[in-house]
């Protein structure tokens, strides 16, 4: 199995600061990495697929980069509704695995 | 809109099977897509348990694949999970989701990009 290593696994940031989070694959992924967010209570959220590509509807502030093993998320300006949990994920093996998440809080 | 409602048991014993149905609306999963099943111990991360494919193709997570089964009911347009002999390792939330089509991904690796709500499932004597 293709472990995700997801780091910080907590981060605490005030509104309208960049946030960024990293994911490290154990084997090279290419760009077979997507990102979720999870509200409290509720399902994950796709937010990007394929390493850095927007789901439609998603606004512009998040983004996702990196190739191989070495990904990153960046949330440009942190929003009062961007607190959640965010996970990584691998689609380029059987089985799919994910992350250990990063809870994003308010300072 | 496509959407996906959970439902089944919420509390099992243990060595009990566990059996879930996900309704899909505004999609007849007879048409296509790849749907999986997800879950989540509280406060815990993500795992996928397996997908289906309308052929009938199904993959499983090798770490359940000895107790999993994943079916579809076309004429009820639900998706079921069925995982036996289930202790209080497998108590968690279960979500059913749609695979995402297109991107570079393909078949059951995709993305997930439409989800139920999700249903806890306890496993206690």
């Known amino acids: 199995d293709i472990q995700m290593t997801q780091s910080p696994s907590s981060l605490s940031a005030s509104v309208g600061d960049r946030v960024t989070i990293t994911c490290q694959a154990s084997q090279d992924i290419s760009n077979y990495l997507n990102w979720y967010q999870q509200k409290p209570g509720k399902a994950p959220k796709l937010l990007i697929y394929d390493a850095s590509n927007l789901e439609t509807g998603v606004p512009s502030r998040f983004s996702g980069s990196g190739s191989g093993t070495d990904f990153s998320f960046t949330i440009s300006s942190l929003q009062p509704e961007d607190i959640a949990t965010y996970y990584c994920q691998q689609s380029d093996n059987l089985p799919l695995t994910f992350g250990g998440g990063t809870k994003v809080e308010i300072k | 809109q496509v959407q996906l409602q959970e439902s089944g048991p919420g509390l099992l014993k243990p060595s009990e099977t566990l059996s879930l149905t996900c309704a899909v609306s505004g999609y007849s999963i007879s048409s296509g897509y790849y749907w999986g099943w997800i879950r989540q111990p509280p406060g815990k991360g993500l795992e996928w348990i397996g997908t289906f494919y309308r052929s009938g193709s199904t993959y499983y997570n090798p770490s359940l694949k000895s107790r999993v089964t994943i079916s579809v009911d076309t004429s009820k347009n639900q998706v079921s999970l069925r995982l036996s002999s289930v202790t209080a390792a497998d108590t968690a939330v279960y979500y059913c989701?749609?695979?995402?089509?297109?991107?570079?991904?393909?078949?059951?690796?995709?993305?997930?990009?439409?989800w139920g709500q999700g249903t806890l499932v306890t496993v206690s004597s």
């Open positions: 989701a749609r695979h995402r089509r297109g991107g570079y991904c393909s078949g059951a690796s995709c993305p997930f990009d439409y």
